[in-house]
């Protein structure tokens, strides 16, 4: 790893945390833990992002590429300043999640896995979340969850997520 940090000291102090829960020389089991922690402070998980996580930890590259491209919650592309995700899964769909989907697209004239024309907002398609009984349930830059989004509270969403 070269002298030069990509990431700010808190972050790795972060990182050293997670470190710290699993035995010595295991620092490789905090892979998870070190990619959101980057990607909170960078926004995404960058090719320098994974290098610099890889050589933190004493990994190859591509062992850490592997977890960030297999769990869907990592921004493997920059994201827009703010990040939506809703849930599809069968208890949401049922509750209305894919008329939500469609007038989400619509509104913002993007599909899943792209970001607005003006860099606003980037849909993304998220597995079940654990709020079923709050179907359908969105996620708002990975941190604020919100339940019961259906069709009338799209043009309300859309603005807030545009004003941040």
């Known amino acids: 790893m070269s002298d030069e940090k990509l990431l700010s000291a808190d972050a790795y102090r972060a990182i050293d945390k997670e470190i710290a829960k699993y035995p010595e020389g295991r620092k490789s089991s905090a892979v998870m833990a070190a990619l959101a922690i980057a990607q909170n402070e960078i926004g995404w998980v960058s090719e320098s ?27 493997l592309e920059k994201p827009g300043r703010s990040k939506l995700a809703i849930c599809t899964n069968l208890p949401c769909a049922l509750q209305g999640a894919n008329k939500t989907v469609d007038q989400l697209k619509l509104k913002l004239g993007i599909d899943f896995n792209e970001t607005a024309l003006d860099g606003s907002v980037t849909l993304k398609e998220a597995e079940c979340m654990g709020a079923c009984g709050d179907a359908p349930v969105v996620i708002i830059n990975d941190r604020e969850m919100r339940g019961k989004i259906g069709v009338s509270d799209i043009d309300a969403l859309i603005e807030e997520l545009k004003a941040r």
């Open 49 to 75: 992002v994974v290098e610099d996580v890889a050589g933190y930890l004493d990994m190859r590259p591509i062992a850490v590429w592997e977890v960030a491209t297999f769990y869907g919650m990592y921004n």
